[in-house]
Each structure stands twice: as structure tokens, then as C-alpha cells.
């Protein structure tokens, strides 16, 4: 396919939103790439080879669609909105190697679609407004990802590459940067989306450890203490730990923990490194 017949061609689209009378859905988050200095962006981050297969998550007109079909071995798009089944129809017509899947992808079994045992990369233009939920959903369950480069919110996209200490640091960044490397590729501005978003974009992608770079005792736990504390910033980690009933800690127990760590009692969670989160789990007594 020419260059110039592609969706990244804003005319393109502008003649394909008006072909179908499309209007975009604020439910779905709809904001069509139409840069293909961006797509080849993600696409270099992503490292896509012709023996690839490749989850597109929310192709939208099929724009970054066109592209992956023609860099990787197999593409499935993933299509929530059953509006764009038939755009998606007319857009891809022209490749044998993509096959459309009008499925809500946080429902998706990614093992059966690419098939048992297969390993697949994951790329997507994802909704701001849900975000973090496929994000963790991938990674927590286990899909036979061997990365997920993503275009993101530039908030988001930094929240999860940050490094303890910074303000944006938070539970965010320590659980994806439990289950992947993370490098930021790219950040791109409004007008590179039809329509415009009100901020600015990131591409991120996240490449699955192999192991965790951290061994705990019981990860979920840690995980729990991580979210009490950052539930409320402005307190010191011992309060956040204490004022989660769940975990059932007493202040005492938390600060004797810390001394052992050789950290003051007074330190906030956004100071503490994956590793530290990890042994203070472990010192903590399991009272749950």
C-alpha cells in the first residue's frame, strides 16, 4: 500500500470518517493516530519482525494496523467499538495477514486467540480513561507477552518509568517495573491525533522479565503494603501502614521494621526502591 493511500494520510481519514459517517465514541476514548513519523516510532520501539505476531489493542480505523500488517507475520485486532467492524473491513481489505476480533480485550483470552505455547507482541494506541487496568490486566495475568509497547498518556507513561523519590513515583511505577523493563520512546503532541487530545502522549514499551528483580516472600502482600503507602502521600509510610485495617500492623511493628532497614521511622513510601518494599514485607509479621 502507498504511503499516500494510508490512514496516516489525515485525508484519508477525514474521507473514510465521512465514507461511514463515523462519530467518535467519548466512551471508548477514540483519538486516531495520523503521523506516520509516530507509527514509525512505535515501530521501531516495538521491534517488529516479519516472523512476529503481533495483539494490536484497539485499531481504531486501522491506521497502525496497516503498518504492523506489513512489518509483522500475523496481526489480531483487537475491536471493541462493533462500529469499526465494517471500516476495519474496507482499510485492511488489501492484507491476508490480519484477522479483526470485536472483543473487549480485558475479556480476551490472548493464550487461545494466538494459540497455546505462541508468544505474541502487544501494541496499541490505548484509551486514556482505562489505561492501568489493561496495562496490569497483561501483566498480571501471565499473557505470553514478550513486550507491550504502548502510546499512553505522557502522565501515565511517566508514572510508570519513574525512579523512588520522585513525585510522580507511586504504586504505579513499582508494579509495572516489578514484571517489565520499561524505556520511554517517544512523546507526542496533540495534533498527531484526530481528534486532538487535551494533552499531550507517550510511547512506552514494556519488556516482560523474565524473573522478577526482586525476590518476596508473597508478592500480593507486598503489593498491599505498597498501595497503603501511597494511599495518602503527605504521611509517612509507618501511617499509611497502619491506617490500613487489612493489614492489621501496629505502629510499633512498622517503625521496628524500618530500624532494621536502617531507615528512619519518619520516611515517606515514595523514598523506598522495589527492593526496600520487598524486605519490608518480608520483616513485617503476617498478620493477616
Do not use: W
Not at 519482525?49 to 491506521?63: A, H, L, M, N, R
Request: hydrophobic share 40%.
Amino acid at each position: 500500500m502507498e504511503e499516500k493511500d494510508k490512514l496516516s494520510n489525515p485525508q484519508v481519514t477525514i474521507q473514510t470518517i465521512q465514507k461511514y459517517g463515523f462519530q467518535f465514541q467519548k466512551r471508548y476514548g477514540q483519538n486516531f493516530l495520523i503521523d506516520s513519523h509516530v507509527i514509525g516510532k512505535i515501530l521501531r520501539a516495538a521491534d517488529i519482525k516479519d516472523t512476529d505476531t503481533v495483539v494490536e489493542i484497539g485499531p481504531g480505523f486501522g491506521t497502525l494496523t496497516q503498518y504492523l500488517a506489513e512489518a509483522a507475520g500475523f496481526v489480531y485486532a483487537v475491536e471493541i467499538d462493533g462500529k469499526l467492524l465494517p471500516v476495519l473491513e474496507d482499510t485492511l481489505s488489501s492484507f491476508t495477514n490480519v484477522k479483526v476480533i470485536h472483543q473487549d480485550i480485558l475479556k480476551c483470552d490472548l493464550r487461545q486467540l494466538i494459540g497455546e505455547g505462541k508468544t505474541c507482541k502487544i501494541v496499541a494506541n490505548l484509551p486514556y480513561y482505562i489505561t492501568t487496568p489493561i496495562i496490569m490486566g497483561l501483566l498480571e495475568g501471565q499473557v505470553p507477552a514478550e513486550s507491550i509497547t504502548v502510546m499512553v498518556q505522557k502522565e501515565v507513561a511517566d508514572r510508570m518509568a519513574a525512579a523512588p523519590g520522585s513525585k510522580i513515583y507511586g504504586a504505579l511505577s513499582l508494579a509495572v517495573q516489578y514484571y517489565a523493563d520499561t524505556y520511554l520512546a517517544a512523546n507526542v503532541p496533540p495534533n498527531c491525533f484526530m481528534p486532538r487530545p487535551a494533552v499531550g502522549s507517550a510511547v512506552i514499551r514494556l519488556t516482560r522479565r523474565a524473573v522478577p528483580p526482586v525476590e518476596v516472600k508473597d508478592a500480593s502482600r507486598m503489593f498491599r503494603l505498597i498501595r497503603a503507602s501511597f494511599n495518602e502521600r503527605r504521611k509517612t509510610l509507618v501511617n499509611g501502614l497502619r491506617n490500613d485495617p487489612q493489614l492489621g500492623i501496629s505502629r510499633e511493628q512498622a517503625e521496628e521494621a524500618l530500624r532494621k532497614m536502617g531507615l528512619e521511622p519518619t520516611v515517606r513510601g515514595e523514598k523506598l526502591s522495589l527492593e526496600q518494599f520487598a524486605e519490608l514485607s518480608d520483616l513485617l509479621p503476617q498478620t493477616e
